[in-house]
């Protein structure tokens, strides 16, 4: 199983970027997708998730408005559209992958069994 996260780059505040992940090696159909962060010297944090059904979101409380997640047809793709960007969006994203019910779209990084490379963001001010 491999996931391959890419779109990130180098943006100046205010800025967008979208980031992709694609998922192979298994049929992702029943696995709940999502994205964490990890800054310079901090711990990795939740960014959001989203249901192998694409019907139940989640998003970290301080990212609400400002980030989407969103799920190809295929069921085996995610994308993370990041606006609004600010220098403490600076981080390496990573995408992960769950086996799980239809509406699970889980927040704990210990529950994801499978991780992506990351794709460094930076945000320049």
């Known amino acids: 199983v491999q996931l391959q996260a890419s779109g990130g780059g180098l943006v100046q505040a205010g800025g967008s970027l979208r980031l992709s992940c694609a998922a192979s090696?298994?049929?992702?159909?029943?696995?709940?997708m999502g994205w964490f962060r990890q800054a310079p010297g901090r711990e990795r944090e939740f960014v959001a998730a989203?249901?192998?059904?694409?019907?139940?979101?989640s998003y970290a409380d301080s990212l609400k408005g400002r980030f989407t997640i969103a799920r190809g047809n295929a069921k085996n793709t995610i994308y993370l559209q990041m606006n609004s960007l600010s220098p403490e969006d600076t981080a390496v994203y990573y995408c992960?992958?769950?086996?799980?019910?239809?509406?699970?779209?889980?927040?704990?990084?210990?529950?994801?069994?499978?991780w992506g490379q990351g794709t460094l963001v930076t945000v320049s001010s």
């Open positions: 989203i249901s192998w059904g694409g019907d139940n979101l």
């Open positions: 090696g298994r049929t992702f159909s029943n696995y709940a």
């Open positions: 992960t992958a769950k086996l799980a019910a239809r509406t699970e779209a889980t927040v704990t990084p210990s529950s994801y069994s499978y």
